[in-house]
């Protein structure tokens, strides 16, 4: 017999979003942070998790490469924040729709550095099937 969701709160289908973008202003650490800081409030306060891969040269942030995972709505919000930013541009979506399971379920947010001859490798690893 299926479950009936009496409450109405049937969870949601999980999507994922993947892109990587450059960074159109400079990114100090602290900027860097401060961005971080941001992502993490909104996306903890709605199960949102995933991994946002920063390559860097002695000038700062060269590139981006983020993954996201969670509700499809609450994704959508995080998506269209992104997109949005006009700290970034030359957006580029990589994967998009929906996943199994979360990649990152510990993460709500995190930075993980590359070197440009791990970035690829990173990338390519965070947008293979879940
Ligand atoms: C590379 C990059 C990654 C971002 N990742 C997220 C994210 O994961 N979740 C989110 O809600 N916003 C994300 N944003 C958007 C910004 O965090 C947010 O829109 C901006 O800091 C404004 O935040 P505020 O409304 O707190 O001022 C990202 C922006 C950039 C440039």
Known sequence: MPDID???VESEPLRAFAYLSTPVVPFS???LNDLLRSARRFNAARDVTGKLVVLEDDDG???FAQWIEGPARA???CVERIESDTRHADLQ???SGPVAARRFPGWDMAIHPASATT????????????
């Open 6 to 8: 009496v409450l109405g």
């Open 29 to 31: 650490d602290d900027a």
């Open 61 to 63: 942030v060269t590139r």
């Open 75 to 77: 994704l959508a919000l």
């Open 93 to 95: 979506v990589i994967r």
């Open 119 to 130: 970035f690829d490798g990173v990338v390519a690893q965070a947008v293979a099937e879940v």
